[in-house]
């Protein structure tokens, strides 16, 4: 099964811009809908963003038109590109499995605060 582990998180003003980057160990990524998933203190994981195989991509509507999600299936790796950041965005994110998750990574802070 596939691992995860995520990177490129950061504190960042309102209004600005993050690329997180998630790294899969493992054989035959390119044939999963993976996902980005985050999780504010005291709320449940969310999931944000995934993209299929054929790279279709689907968003939840606190971020449609905000962040862009790709993946390259060569090197094994997702990225979720962060515009016009606000303070709610704020959550560790975490990738997995985009239909039912698997084992979660450490995830990666993003902080969004002036």
């Known amino acids: 099964q596939l691992q995860f582990v995520e990177s490129g998180g950061g504190l960042v003003q309102p209004g600005g811009s993050l690329r997180l980057s998630c790294a899969a160990s493992?054989?035959?990524?390119?044939?999963?809908?993976v996902g980005w998933y985050r999780q504010a203190p005291g709320k449940q994981r969310e999931l944000v963003a995934s993209?299929?195989?054929?790279?279709?991509?689907t968003y939840a509507d606190s971020v449609k038109g905000r962040f862009t999600i790709s993946r390259d299936n060569a090197k094994n790796l997702l990225y979720l590109q962060m515009d016009s950041l606000k303070p709610e965005d704020t959550a560790v994110y975490y990738c997995?499995?985009?239909?039912?998750?698997?084992?979660w990574g450490p995830g990666t802070q993003v902080s969004v605060s002036s």
């Open positions: 997995n499995f985009g239909v039912v998750p698997g084992s």
């Open positions: 493992g054989s035959r990524f390119n044939i999963y809908t």
């Open positions: 993209i299929t195989n054929s790279h279709r991509t």
